[in-house]
């Protein structure tokens, strides 16, 4: 299959490189050659150490089949496009008409967006039927889970052909059959954020993200997770989604957001990361779990009701795609039998 990804970042390059170790033609687009050139080196580096770990066999077999253009027009005999540009709709619209109109009509276009929805992107696309949601997670190479979504014009044939694509590059598809903000992982992620700050001056920072990783379980804290992902990513998100009508709410992260401390990226955010990652103790005041986790259960369970994923789906999907030990629904009978 031949396959081209539109932006070489953090995500694209890592999409076009597991495309390529499971046989794939792959072509890398970018605009910026400098980006081409770093993803090109990022790509060698992340198949050597795929190499000693024993995972993949011959490093430059791979790299052969991955091409780097310029120009756009060289996509135009794909089978498959993804677009992994910035979350922006702009951006995003631009790049998907132009795609639409280059390649082939029995072209499979897909977008790796993870806020934005597949419907509302699907009004720049050329017979917009054939094009679908396929959401990696970071990095795609190492995280098994593809959230594959069906837009309001998608086909029954191509949201299939979707499911069938994940699976052929080894990864694990979650179906997302109807089209919802946040999908199925970062909308229950969504639910989380806005109850560890709802908690915030009844608990501190520490206290709230003690409580996710002592109690709960979680791999990081809830304030940590959103320092490492980034203060302006998180924020920028939540206006993203709030004007598609989900309460995404957090007045801290604005106020950290207005006073630029962004995160792990600029040294300061909830956390102080100048001497590296915080550690997090064991508190003896800590939220208890339900606090944290029950309007995410709540939102676990609307998915189900909507019939836009089944409960077994929603909690495979956010046990691969956040590290959590439990799913939702397994955390609910967790918490239903201590009541008990």
Known sequence: MKVSVLGSGLMGHGIGEVFAIYGNYVTLYDIYPEA??????NVIDSLEKLKQKGKVDNVDEIMKRI?????IADISDSDLVIE?????????????????????EDCVLASNTSSLPISELSRYVRRPERFLGLHFFNPPVLMRLVEVVKGNETSEKIFNQGIEIAKSIGKIPIPVRKDVIGFVVNRILFRVFTSACSLLGKYTVEEIDSSAKYLLGFPMGIFELLDYTGIDTNYLISLEVKKRGFNYTCPALEELYKKGNLGSKSGKGFYDWRNGRPKILRRDKMPKPEEIISSAIQEGEWIVENGISTKEEVDLAVKLGLGWPKGVFEYKAELNSMVR
């Open 67 to 71: 091409n780097t253009t310029l120009n």
């Open 84 to 104: 992994a540009v910035p979350e922006n709709l702009e951006l995003k619209s631009k790049i998907l008409l132009q795609a639409s109109t280059i390649v082939r």
């Open 36 to 41: 081409l050139k770093k993803a090109t080196i």
